[in-house]
Nanobody, 121 residues
Framework: QVQLVESGGGLVQAGGSLRLSCAASGSISSINAMRWFCQAPGKQRELVAAITSTGLTNYADSVKGRFTISRDNGKNTVYLQMNSLKPEDTAVYYC???????????????WGQGTQVTVSS
């Protein structure tokens, strides 16, 4: 059994900041890439940021310079520091991880339940 537990979402005014956290737990052997996605109502789910097991990062153009993804491998946790938030950032944010489970062959992608981020103007 594997779970991704998210926290840190909420309501914030434009220009403010939030820090999202996502902790993976269960029978995990290793975690490869970890990612944050967002999905606004009526829109496709989009990649926000990604980080490899060694700390290499990639960002959507819309969040470059404002958001920072990081991870703590000892805690199996990925973070998204969100600064200078805009109303357009309003969406449900989902944590995603590619991981290998103990006793099973192959790495698979797992998702969190999502956390709502609302930015008021």
């Amino acid at each position: 059994q594997v779970q991704l537990v998210e926290s840190g979402g909420g309501l914030v005014q434009a220009g403010g900041s939030l820090r999202l956290s996502c902790a993976a737990s269960g029978s995990i052997s290793s975690i490869n890439a970890m990612r944050w996605f967002c999905q606004a109502p009526g829109k496709q789910r989009e990649l926000v940021a990604a980080i490899t097991s060694t700390g290499l990062t990639n960002y959507a153009d819309s969040v470059k310079g404002r958001f920072t993804i990081s991870r703590d491998n000892g805690k199996n946790t990925v973070y998204l520091q969100m600064n200078s938030l805009k109303p357009e950032d309003t969406a449900v944010y989902y944590c995603n991880a590619d991981l290998l489970r103990i006793g099973l062959l192959g790495a698979y992608s797992y998702w969190g339940q999502g956390t709502q981020v609302t930015v008021s103007s």
